[in-house]
């Protein structure tokens, strides 16, 4: 069974630091893209980051120099490391996998249950 399944959200002040970590199981990892998606109430799911099996990247203009997507296909695990959170930031974070090399939705098959980010003071 395909699972993915994220963790390490809560609640963050300005300026803060977190790591969100998605624990994969059930798939071939190298097959995969691996992405990570995030939704704010009343917004559109937008992605975030994405990281092929070769380790290219696509990050969101928005996060760059402050989101770093990283996979480990030994432990079968992907993270988000955040720092200079904004309050913008905050959203529902899920992580994605499918094919290709991008961050629109509709390329990603699987889906995790999401973990809230929220940053404020």
């Known amino acids: 069974q395909m699972q993915l399944v994220e963790s390490g959200g809560g609640l963050v002040q300005p300026g803060g630091s977190l790591r969100l970590s998605c624990t994969i199981s059930?798939?071939?990892?190298?097959?995969?893209?691996f992405a990570w998606f995030r939704q704010a109430p009343g917004k559109e799911r937008e992605g975030v980051s994405c990281i092929k099996n070769s380790g290219d990247t696509v990050t969101l203009d928005s996060v760059k120099g402050r989101f770093t997507t990283i996979r480990d296909d030994a432990k079968k695990m992907v993270y988000l490391e955040m720092s200079d959170l904004k309050p913008e930031d905050t959203a529902v974070y899920y992580c994605?996998?499918?094919?290709?090399?991008?961050?629109?939705?509709?390329?990603?098959?699987?889906w995790g249950q999401g973990t809230q980010v929220t940053v404020s003071s």
């Open positions: 059930g798939f071939t990892l190298a097959r995969y893209t």
């Open positions: 994605a996998a499918g094919v290709g090399l991008n961050l629109l939705p509709n390329f990603y098959t699987f």
